[in-house]
């Protein structure tokens, strides 16, 4: 018999777990939850206290007949899951399917792998925390009221296959809301004024800028003109000392945000990578709120700034978690040992461990110092004044291993460095005066980074919630990360020099975005319909009043389903009420105006495939009434902001564009955007070409050019079986076949050479698993 059974959820971190226990112990995974609420039916039971209705999937169960076995064998079984509630919710389902004794059932948490973490856990083993079961219990069960309750609305009012989440759908309304601020926005225009001085040696320069913007040409010109004869004095000189502080060590959110910014990772790369150095006893645990370090881990960040940097280097900060409620691991994200200056694994790994390991080390380093110099400049006979600030580093402290990045819309333009060294009623020689128009900046649009931050500032989500939350919307296709072409603008330039006034027009590119979250017309028009008719669960306090009530149940302050019953007295109402709504139009639906070719009403709404014009109206009674016409929108066009002008053009399409081998060339727009057709191939119309400009020659160059890749792609086909293939793939030859694609065995050496007989042996072989399949976009039910 085996004495002790070790249930963790993932393969990888009971491969770290068994390094550390002996012989007595086996360690096996349960591959996450080994059961769930049925993937597609309702399954919890309303009448009878929203009690959940559970099953094991078709593809756990050969794993829990295997875990029963061995659970049955072992004198004691540990539930090693992790220490937040979902981890909890997996030991609770696995004791309740095993059928567990609780005489011999031990629940075991650790936040970081270590042999140290891992012995002191079995020393100090606890039961299950039922209160953090029910908290995750509350979680499921309302977010599979509200999709389900929800969804069958959005088909019947907006589009079929629809879904809504209710913390997704509030991210998309964050999202939507942010996207109509920047339509909204109206930039304007003042001028920055630089001034560019010779001190009195004859070679030092110094430039300063004037107190305050200048609104107008007028005004600018009236200022240079009283500028032309003045005199420049420097009138005062200020110095004062300034320290800054380190940044707390990460918690989930911060490392999202700041694996973003440096790395470049998306929220769910840097969970997913973190997740491998946790799981590799590498790191401590990776969804957590708090900002707390043990006693252990500031010890030895003290011994390795001590050693590193010196004594003067050293300053210990005790961190506190601001956040309500913190409910997820009780330590910050720190490395497992902090000597450890680097570890094996991936690229990835490496930045992310190395990020995590000179955030925790600079979090215990002295302030940085520096002095800040202000030089005003006095201008004769007038009250504005030209200002110089500069920064002098004087001590780099924290600065010497780390320095935090900034979102764009916390940026603040660049002081002035270094500046020379001036004395009082220095009388300056004037160079030149610039006066450039700059625009006040619209909002910018999210990134991953910055929505976790909104999220986790409304109190919206929780550290395990963020990056699942990002990815679905975008799953969803209500949002998008995506680029947007900046728009070209003319900006003034006013300059004196030499007494003389000259003023210049340049150009510059203003609003161009690169990876950011842009919401879809479908995520606009869903959003809406939700905010107007389900006002109360795309609000942000209930939102956030839902969370803490989640965290109330975790701490044994309130009864799980009296936390649903709340909810769903207030929201089953509003769903029957709505359901029983009828609209005029679709919802989403905007009429433009009127087709003057031929009097009929032009309307753009969301389509079966996405967002359509249509032209002319249904007329259901009279059947001999022409149908409506309908063409897709194009690509970066939004049924919000079309003009009808631009949605007539669309009809022009599909266009026939000439002949190319005595066939027609022909542009159109389909679902996936703009194409070409000819011998019947499609051809995909690149970004920056249109379908509506295109010329013959255009398209004859991309058509020549999808042949010679589709050559290249083509290592050999069958004329007696035209489904199957060898095809060349971005990891080397593989077989194509019905669309599937089967790997091609390294004992193969010639591909090209494959027989059909040879080939559909690999394929028959593979079985029912081939090495890939074409995915399909599933929809949450």
């Known amino acids: 018999m085996q004495k002790n059974l070790v249930i963790v959820e993932s393969p990888a971190k009971a491969k770290t777990i068994e390094k550390f226990l002996g012989k007595d112990f086996k360690v096996m995974s349960s591959y996450g939850h080994i059961r769930d609420l049925k993937a597609k039916e309702f399954s919890v039971e309303i009448e009878n206290n929203y009690t959940p209705q559970y099953v094991i999937p078709d593809e756990k169960k050969k794993l ?77 069960v309302l977010d599979r009221i509200v999709g389900f309750e929800l969804s069958p609305i959005l088909w019947r009012k907006v589009k079929p296959a629809l879904s809504a989440g209710r913390v997704q759908s509030v991210a998309v309304r964050l999202i939507v809301e942010r996207e109509r601020e920047i339509n909204d926005f109206v930039s304007e225009a003042s001028f920055r004024v630089i001034a560019g001085f010779t001190l009195p040696d004859g070679s030092t320069l110094l430039k300063a800028e004037l107190n305050r913007r200048l609104q107008t ?3 600018v010109n009236a200022f240079l003109e009283s500028c032309r004869n003045a005199s ?15 940044a707390p060590p990460f918690t989930t959110s911060t490392l999202q945000q700041e694996a973003a910014r440096k790395l470049g990772y998306s929220v769910s790369q840097t969970m997913m990578v973190a997740q491998r150095l946790y799981e590799s006893g590498l790191i401590t645990y990776m969804r957590t709120d708090s900002v707390n370090l043990s006693d252990l881990a500031l010890g030895t960040a003290k011994e390795t700034i001590l050693e590193t940097y010196g004594q003067k280097y050293h300053k210990a900060r005790k961190y506190t978690t601001k956040s309500k409620g913190a409910q997820e691991a009780h330590e910050a994200i720190r490395p497992t040992y902090i000597s450890h200056t680097e570890i094996s694994g991936t690229a990835q790994e490496k930045k992310l461990y190395e990020l995590i390991r000179k955030r925790t080390i600079a979090c215990q380093m002295a302030d940085a110092e520096l002095e800040r110099t202000t030089i005003s400049v006095d201008i004769s006979g007038k009250k504005e004044k030209f200002t110089a600030v500069g920064e002098v580093l004087t001590f780099d402290g924290f600065l010497q291993v780390y320095r935090e990045s900034v979102d764009e819309e916390h940026e603040k333009e660049q002081e002035n460095g270094l500046l020379p060294a001036v004395n009082l009623h220095d009388v300056l020689a004037l160079n030149d005066i610039v006066a450039t128009e700059r625009f006040t900046q619209r909002p910018p649009r999210y990134t991953e980074a910055s929505l976790v931050r909104r999220m986790e500032e409304l109190g919206i989500g929780r550290p395990s919630t963020y990056a699942p939350t990002i990815q679905t919307i975008q799953n969803r296709e209500y949002v998008e990360k995506g680029d947007r072409e900046g728009v070209e603008r003319q900006y003034t330039m006013i300059t004196l020099a030499n007494g003389i006034i000259r003023e210049t027009r340049k150009q510059e590119i203003a609003g161009a975005d690169r990876n950011k979250l842009i919401p879809s017309d479908i995520g606009m028009v869903v959003n809406d319909f939700l905010t107007m008719y389900f006002p109360h669960v795309l609000d942000y306090n209930f939102t956030a009043t839902v969370e803490k ?31 029983a709504v009828k609209t005029e139009h679709k919802v989403g639906e ?39 016409q309908f063409a897709s929108l194009m690509k970066g066009q939004s049924i919000e902001t079309i003009t009808l002008e631009e949605a007539l053009k669309l009809f022009d399409l599909p266009r026939t564009l000439g002949e190319y081998e005595g066939k027609n060339v022909v542009a159109a727009v389909g679902r996936f955007g703009p194409f070409l ?9 690149p970004k920056g070409m249109n379908p509506l400009t295109i010329t013959l020659d255009e398209a004859i160059l991309l058509i020549d050019e999808k042949r010679q890749k589709d050559e290249k792609r083509h290592i050999k086909t069958f004329d007696e079986d035209p489904e199957l293939g060898i095809m060349n793939g971005r990891f080397g030859p593989y077989i194509a076949y019905k669309g599937s694609n089967y790997k091609i065995p390294k004992t193969v050496k010639s591909p090209e050479a494959l027989t059909l ?20 976009s599933t929809k949450k039910s």
């Open 217 to 219: 040409k007028e005004e």
């Open 590 to 628: 905007r009429e433009l105006g009127i087709d003057p070719k031929t009097g009929n009403p032009v309307f753009v709404k969301i389509g079966r495939f996405g967002p359509v014009v249509q032209l002319g109206a249904a007329n259901p009674e009279d059947k001999t009434s022409p149908k409506p």
């Open 232 to 246: 420049f004095t420097i009138d005062d000189i200020t110095k004062k000392p300034v320290k800054k502080s380190p």
């Open 549 to 579: 009530g989640f965290d109330a149940i975790a701490d044994g302050e309130m009864n799980w389903t009296d936390v649903i019953d709340h909810f769903y007295t207030i929201f089953h109402p509003i769903v029957e009420t709505v359901s």
């Open 64 to 140: 829990v007949a295997e875990l029963n076995a061995a659970a049955k064998k072992a004198e004691t079984v540990w539930l090693a899951s992790d220490e937040d509630r979902e981890g909890e919710a997996i030991s609770w389902h696995l004791s309740e399917v095993l059928k567990l004794q609780p005489e011999k059932t031990k629940r075991i948490v650790f936040h970081e792998i270590t042999k140290n973490a891992i012995l002191h856990a079995i020393e100090t083993p606890r039961s299950i925390d039922i209160h953090l079961v029910d908290a995750q219990q509350a979680r499921r």
């Open 677 to 685: 057709r000819h011998d019947n191939k499609f051809t995909s119309i």
């Open 757 to 776: 007989e040879e080939a559909m042996k690999i394929v028959s072989s593979a079985g029912e698993k081939p090495a890939s399949k074409k995915k399909k």
